[in-house]
């Protein structure tokens, strides 16, 4: 198997506090099976980011078969869209790794600047049947479906036979995965008279986690806030609670949700954008509407009254995301990593 030079283009932040990030964990995957990663960029300022990126385009472009570049919707978009075009002024190959769920919008949005950007690609990597259906739909062909990946042997399998109301939710902390429906069912759960708890580990984004702070003292609200937790970390905090709960308004194939179903935790997600390409109503997990609090509590509500279901749910959940396993998604990166 030829072991090319790559360059990793994305935001490696977390050593300063941010959540671990594809950059992160493929990197290391990619450099345990043989090859050869650079990385940027780990500045925290984003136009030394954004320069940064750049000069590394510059810097290794005689010596890299391919720049992988961690493409998002959100304003982080316009760091693919300037790497990209270096790239292709230097001829650097290059593959965007598609993660915003919010991106067919921003296809719809910025078709030109989109059409540069993605058709000008070797390939495009998307981790969703989801993103793959919507980019086709907008005339993209130059595509393949790698999904977000995780080592299962890393995530011990725990049925809740018995579930309680205490709720885990794992996610940075911005409005688009709007955080504070999560407070809301709590509200709710309190208000119906049960024991709950929740735990929300994730860092702040956009000043989100001051204010669920400030509404849980002033409800007052039982929930425990972690701030960022290491991986090891936090699948040991799992082992204190009972229901995952993920409240996004946006979302592709979130990796939380991925390992939460590897932990054995039942799932209830809002049901939007990639998810329902995830995740089976009923079958693996429970999808409601989004912003629907109400909805959201009567299904964590049903999987308490009803513990055979949410045995059901994380035992299916678990079979499924066994082809999230990096033994069997690796084989799809070799394929189109090949020099």
Request: hydrophobic share 40%; with cysteine.
């Amino acid at each position: 198997m030829p072991n090319p030079k790559l360059l990793y283009i994305g935001n490696k932040l977390a050593t300063q506090g941010a959540t671990v990030s594809t950059i992160d964990s493929l990197s290391t995957q990619l450099e345990s099976e043989g090859y050869t990663v650079y990385l940027a960029s780990s500045k925290r300022n984003k136009f030394l980011r954004l320069l940064d990126m750049m000069w590394a385009v510059f810097r290794y472009r005689r010596k890299v078969s391919c720049v992988l570049i961690d493409t998002y919707s959100t304003q982080n978009f316009y760091y693919a869209v300037g790497v990209a075009n270096l790239c292709r002024l230097l001829k650097v190959p290059y593959t965007p790794i598609l993660h915003g769920g919010n991106l067919p919008e921003r296809l719809r949005r910025n078709k030109r600047l989109c059409w540069k950007l993605f058709n000008g690609a070797k390939i495009n990597v998307s981790p969703s049947t989801y993103l793959m259906e919507e980019f086709k739909k907008e005339g993209y062909n130059n595509l393949i479906e790698i999904p977000n990946n995780i080592v299962l042997e890393n995530y011990p399998f725990r049925l809740r036979s018995e579930p309680k109301p205490k709720l885990l939710w794992v996610r940075s902390f911005a409005e688009i995965y709007n955080p504070t429906l999560a407070l809301k069912v709590v509200d709710l759960l309190q208000k119906s008279d049960y024991q709950v708890s929740l735990c929300m580990v994730g860092p702040d984004k956009d000043g989100s986690l001051e204010r669920c702070k400030k509404i849980a003292t002033e409800a007052s609200l039982p929930v425990k806030f972690t701030g960022r937790l290491s991986k090891s970390e936090w699948i040991d905090l799992s082992t204190n609670y009972d229901i995952f709960i993920n409240t996004t308004n946006f979302d592709n194939t979130p990796v939380s949700v991925i390992e939460a179903m590897a932990l054995g935790l039942p799932v209830v997600t809002t049901n939007v954008g990639g998810i329902p390409y995830l995740l089976e109503n009923k079958s693996d997990a429970l999808l409601v509407r989004p912003k629907d609090a109400d909805a959201m509590c009567q299904s964590v509500v049903s999987l308490i009254e009803a513990p055979q279901k949410a045995v059901l749910l994380a035992k299916n959940a678990r079979k499924k995301v066994e082809k999230f396993e990096w033994e069997e998604v690796k084989h799809l990166w070799f394929k189109i990593l090949k020099a």
